[in-house]
């Protein structure tokens, strides 16, 4: 009998504790820093990319580069605001659309440069945010989306009624391209680098915020508005900021958009492409540095690899979207901590 519990505390060192281990190497494992800063492997995927030109057989897909790359802007820009501060917004395509019309209209009606329609863009949608955040942000959860998308609904009919400035439903003709000294910026090819450097500097600027005093501030509203205000965090302000800043970023890619193109359409910026925004942000990961990127990997090529299933399209989209998030709810982004979990979880798996 004596002996019984010796035996017990053995088999208990030598086996569970070899689990408890494995666990304790496990969490260590998962929570261990990463071999490389946020900032160098940012730097060194946009490296990668800057290839693209010089590997793609034709010029089309150094044009689905250039809107990947737009699309990176606009999916980032919404995941800071609703991944990393919890305000869903359904007006994004709305400032998207508010930022090419601006840039467009200067550049095709005014005769300005695209090198002052780019900042007056994003000057002009930060401003609109400004107006229509200060009420609307008051506002919470379901009554927050519909307020964003009301916003959405009525940049669209503007879009479409002023036909004078905009070109209404035909759209904006006439935008100049961007140019340097003369030499304009009017193909793919030429506009991939501008495309290219802007993107980069727009996630250099998101991962500068979250790493700030600002970014750690939304995360703590987005977890606790209470106990944030309680820390002495100005919760209202951190949100109209980050609405703000959201905001301007979209005109960004809106004035890229418009000047590539040269050309803008109101249907490009309806409410449909707002909850996809939305639904990118889920599917490549919110509130992940990297889900944005997947996100937009998804959004510019899934629909020309189902281009020759138009009929099911938009079908097979949704199934596609269905199963990722049903497998994977914390989205693309964190499918290798998935695995890890599960890897995990069968090595802790007593046998």
């Known amino acids: 009998m004596a002996c019984a519990p010796l035996m017990n505390g053995t088999r208990a060192s030598s086996h569970p504790a070899g689990g408890d281990q494995r666990r304790l190497n496990h969490t260590a494992g998962r929570s261990a820093a990463p071999l490389l800063p946020d900032h160098w492997r940012l730097l060194l995927f946009w490296l990668v990319l800057l ?21 990176v802007i606009l999916i980032a820009s919404l995941n800071l605001l609703m991944g990393y501060g919890g305000q869903i917004s359904l007006g994004h395509a709305g400032f998207f659309g508010l930022g090419a019309y601006v840039s467009g209209i200067l550049s095709a009606k005014v005769g300005l440069s695209a090198w002052i329609g780019l900042p007056a863009a994003m000057l002009a949608t930060g401003l609109a945010a400004l107006v229509i955040g200060v009420p609307v942000l008051r506002l919470r959860g379901l009554y927050l989306s519909m307020a964003t998308l009301g916003w959405n609904a009525i940049l669209v009919v ?55 005093r600002f970014g750690r501030a939304l995360r703590a509203v987005a977890t606790n508005e209470l106990g944030a205000e309680a820390l002495g965090i100005d919760s209202a302000r951190t949100k ?55 996100g937009a990997l998804i959004y510019t090529a899934v629909p020309q690899l189902l281009l020759d299933y138009e009929d099911a399209e938009l079908m097979l989209f949704g199934l596609g979207m269905l199963i990722v998030l049903i497998a994977f709810p914390r989205g693309l982004a964190g499918v290798p901590a998935a695995l890890r979990d599960w890897h995990g979880g069968r090595q802790a798996r007593p046998t």
């Open 51 to 71: 290839t693209v030109p010089f590997a793609a057989p034709n010029e089309y897909l150094v044009s689905l580069a250039n809107l990947f790359l737009i699309n």
């Open 240 to 294: 109209l900021l980050f609405f703000v800043l959201s905001a301007g970023m979209a005109g960004i890619a809106g004035s890229l958009y418009v000047h590539i193109n040269q050309y803008a359409s109101p249907e490009t910026f309806s409410i449909s492409n707002s909850i996809l925004y939305v639904v990118m942000v889920a599917l490549g990961g919110s509130g992940t540095f990297w889900g944005p990127v997947l």
């Open 158 to 212: 503007m879009f479409n009624r002023l036909v004078e400035l905009t070109g209404g439903p035909n759209g904006l003709l006439g935008v100049a391209p961007f140019s340097i000294g003369g030499f304009r910026l009017d193909t793919d090819l030429r506009e991939f680098p501008l495309v290219w450097l802007v993107s980069l500097l727009v996630m250099l600027a998101i991962l500068h915020v979250l790493h700030s």
